[in-house]
C-alpha cells in the first residue's frame, strides 16, 4: 500500500471537501505519517473514515476527520500552550506539534505513552501517564484542550485549566446514544458551543459522567 499517496488522498477527500479550513493543520495532516501511530496490524485502515485500534487492549482513535475538525476548533497557532488528553500514540499531539504549539499529552496507557513520546520527539511533545480525568494541573493553564475520544461529561476541573480565553474541544455522550455532540466549549465563561453531531470510542476514566455535568 503506497500511504503517502493515500495521506494525500485523505486530506484531499476527507478534510479539505469538510470545512477542515487550517492551512497549518492541513499541512501537518499532509506531512504525518498517520500509518505509524496505529496498530501494525491496522495500517490498511490509517486513512480510512474510521477509528483504528492503538493496541489490542480496545483503545482506538478518533478517524482522521474528527481530528481536524476538532483541532481546526482550537485555533492552534504558534507557541500556543496546548492540553491533548487521551492522547493514544500521539497523532493529534503531533499534528498540533506541527504548528508550532507547546504540547503536553496525556495517557493513562504506560505503553501507549511510551509508544507516543518516540513517535512525537521531533515535535518536542511533553508526555505525562496519568488518569484522563485528571488533566494536567501543574504549571501555567492551557490555552486549548483536545479531549481524543468521547466522555460522559467534562469535568469542571478540566475547563478550570483553561486560561479565560481559552477554549476545549470534545465529543460528548454515553456509549448507548445514537449520537454524539462535539463541542467547543469557551474558558472563563464556559459557554457551550455545538460542533457537529458524531460517534467516537469512550475515553477510560470520565464513567462517573454525572458528576461532571454542566
Same mark, same amino acid.
Given at each position: 500500500m503506497d500511504h503517502t499517496q493515500a495521506r494525500i488522498n485523505m486530506v484531499k477527500s476527507q478534510a479539505v471537501p469538510n470545512m477542515v479550513r487550517d492551512p497549518a493543520l492541513l499541512a501537518g495532516m499532509m506531512r504525518v505519517p498517520r500509518e505509524e501511530f496505529v496498530a501494525p496490524s491496522h495500517r490498511e485502515l490509517a486513512y480510512m473514515d474510521t477509528p483504528v485500534p492503538w493496541? &489490542?487492549?480496545? +483503545?482506538?482513535?478518533?478517524? /482522521?476527520?474528527q481530528a481536524g475538525w476538532l483541532i481546526d476548533a482550537l485555533g492552534v497557532t504558534n507557541g500556543k500552550r496546548v492540553l491533548v488528553i487521551g492522547a493514544g500514540s500521539g497523532y493529534e499531539a503531533a499534528l498540533i506539534g506541527t504548528m508550532g504549539a507547546q504540547v503536553h499529552a496525556l495517557e493513562s &496507557?504506560?505503553?501507549?505513552?511510551? +509508544?507516543?513520546?518516540?513517535?512525537? &520527539? +521531533?515535535e518536542r511533545v511533553t508526555w505525562k501517564v496519568g488518569p484522563l480525568a485528571d488533566g494536567w494541573p501543574e504549571g501555567e493553564k492551557f490555552d486549548a484542550i483536545l479531549l481524543c475520544g468521547a466522555v460522559p461529561a467534562i469535568p469542571y476541573h478540566l475547563l478550570g485549566q483553561l486560561? /479565560? &480565553?481559552?477554549?476545549l474541544a470534545g465529543i460528548v455522550g454515553n456509549a448507548d446514544d445514537v449520537a454524539m455532540n462535539?463541542? +467547543?466549549?469557551?474558558?472563563?465563561?464556559?459557554?457551550?458551543? /455545538?460542533?457537529?453531531d458524531t460517534m467516537a470510542p469512550l475515553l477510560p476514566g470520565f464513567e462517573t459522567g454525572e458528576a461532571f455535568r454542566l
Open positions: 493496541n &489490542d487492549a480496545g +483503545r482506538h482513535s478518533l478517524t /482522521p476527520l &496507557d504506560p505503553a501507549l505513552a511510551e +509508544r507516543g513520546a518516540a513517535l512525537t &520527539d +521531533r486560561r /479565560p &480565553d481559552g477554549v462535539a463541542k +467547543r466549549i469557551h474558558g472563563g465563561s464556559f459557554r457551550q458551543e /455545538p460542533l457537529f
